[in-house]
């Protein structure tokens, strides 16, 4: 289940930062606030919160995880989703580039 949830989680971070943010779409002012944090020197925090995609796959791979499994939380199922979440992204990404869907 972690495993096709993981999956999912990725989805979520690629749709969002790969479609939603994009000119016209409803979280363009949001990537652009994105985009002044950096040039002020915040790049450090743009990237999680969406100026980055795989910085931000790994967001939301640690809060899906941390929400969903609060009560039987381990350390090492937190790595392991948050590191497949990313990992599932960079296929996402490479995967959409290569057949120029976005």
């Known amino acids: 289940m972690l495993f096709l949830e993981s999956i999912s989680a990725s989805i979520v971070a690629w749709v969002f930062t790969a479609v939603l943010m994009e000119g016209g ?3 363009y002012p949001y990537s652009q606030w994105l ?4 040039n002020r020197g915040m790049e ?3 990237k999680p919160l969406g100026d980055c995609g795989t910085c ?3 967001q939301v ?10 009560t039987e939380w381990t350390i090492t199922g937190q790595l392991s989703f948050t590191a ?3 990992f599932f992204y960079l296929i996402i990404a ?3 580039q290569e057949n ?3």
């Open 100 to 102: 120029e869907l976005i």
């Open 35 to 38: 985009e002044r944090l950096k």
């Open 61 to 70: 791979g640690f809060w899906w995880y941390l929400l969903t499994y609060c």
């Open 84 to 86: 497949q979440t990313i």
């Open 56 to 58: 931000f796959s790994g």
């Open 94 to 96: 490479k995967w959409t």
């Open 25 to 27: 779409m409803i979280f």
């Open 44 to 46: 450090w925090l743009a």
